[in-house]
């Protein structure tokens, strides 16, 4: 019998990657999707002859007990959430609508239908926030410093206490930042490659951005996903941090971009005061030798790999507009 999975967020850059992944496994991939007045597609238009969407949304507690009463699913992924860190000061409430009790309504929603399927909750280094130490690990404490971080411990620890409190197996993976050409525009890492390649390319001439000495652990979701799959086929349920040890800044990830094309960024960038975030993170850096020790993950794709992976295909992108 084939396994099922069930995927919130299948639209988004982790839910793409995701869904190919179980596809190419031989799943039955449902994903979650919200009603909405223009269907946001882009990402997994090569797999809607594979996959079965259905409408649901993390704040209908209803929605979701359909969606698990009729697939049945083996596994189900909770990828969907308010994603965008500078948007969570502007809708604190929102943001913990989705990334905290979005969280609490899935597991329930599992646990009344069927507390036999397996959960993965989509956790995030952000929760680190003024980090204790370098590098985080799993029994690293959290330190939140955005509205965004506080909802995602929520959401972490309530998937704890449910594992905890009923048996569930359920289980956080605590990513840290993970990127690719799907990433969303407002996003720094696709902010700045599609900058390069719009330059290069003679769309614009200048690139706008804020605090360029903030460090990140940068990896490939496509990477990441893989970590989630395996999570899920242990014998317990345990978190995890998934993350490549290596972190560089702003900066470095700015200069590889500007150089993969024969550009120096220096020329190009101006500093914008308004993408400064209220409260900046400390040096995220995550220790994933519990990942590689028990689930046998390591990551792929480096840094520079993956910086030039995107500028590449945001210039072949871009190149009809240029015409």
Not at 2 to 24: C, M, P
Request: with cysteine; glycine share 8%; hydrophobic share 40%.
């Amino acid at each position: 019998m084939k396994k099922r999975a069930v995927i919130t967020g299948i639209t988004g850059q982790d839910g793409s990657y995701l869904a190919e992944l179980l596809l190419e496994k031989g799943y039955e991939v449902v994903g979650v999707t919200r009603r909405l007045s223009a269907n946001n597609y882009w990402r997994i238009e090569h797999l809607l002859d594979r996959v079965r969407l259905v409408p649901a949304d993390l704040l209908d507690q209803l929605s979701l007990i359909r969606v698990i009463a009729d697939a049945r699913p083996h596994e189900f992924y909770n990828l969907g959430a308010m994603s965008f860190v500078p948007a969570s000061w502007d809708q604190p409430l929102l943001t913990g609508e989705f990334n905290a009790q979005g969280v609490t309504r899935v597991l329930e929603a599992v646990r009344h239908v069927d507390p036999s399927i397996r959960i993965y909750q989509a956790s995030s280094s952000e929760m680190y926030g003024k980090v204790r130490e370098v590098p985080q690990t799993e029994l690293t404490p959290f330190y939140p410093r955005s509205p965004y971080g506080v909802s995602k411990v929520y959401g972490h620890y309530i998937t704890v206490n449910y594992r905890e409190s009923y048996g569930l197996f359920a289980c956080s993976g605590i990513l840290f930042n993970h990127e690719s050409p799907r990433r969303g525009l407002e996003f720094v890492t696709r902010k700045v490659t599609e900058g390069v390649a719009r330059i290069k390319l003679g769309l614009t001439d200048s690139l706008a951005l804020g605090n360029l000495d903030a460090r990140r652990d940068w990896g490939f979701a496509g990477d990441y996903v893989r970590a989630m799959w395996l999570m899920l086929q242990q014998e317990t349920a345990e978190d995890y941090v998934i993350a490549t040890g290596v972190s560089h800044s702003v900066q470095q990830l700015v200069d590889t971009a500007f150089g993969h094309v024969g550009l120096d960024w220096r020329s190009h960038v101006r500093l914008d005061p308004r993408f400064l975030r209220p409260a900046e993170v400390d040096h995220l850096i995550g220790d994933a030798g519990k990942a590689a020790r028990v689930l046998g993950w390591t990551p792929e794709v480096d840094f520079t790999s993956l910086v030039t992976m995107m500028v590449d295909a945001d210039m072949a992108r871009l190149r009809g507009q240029a015409a």
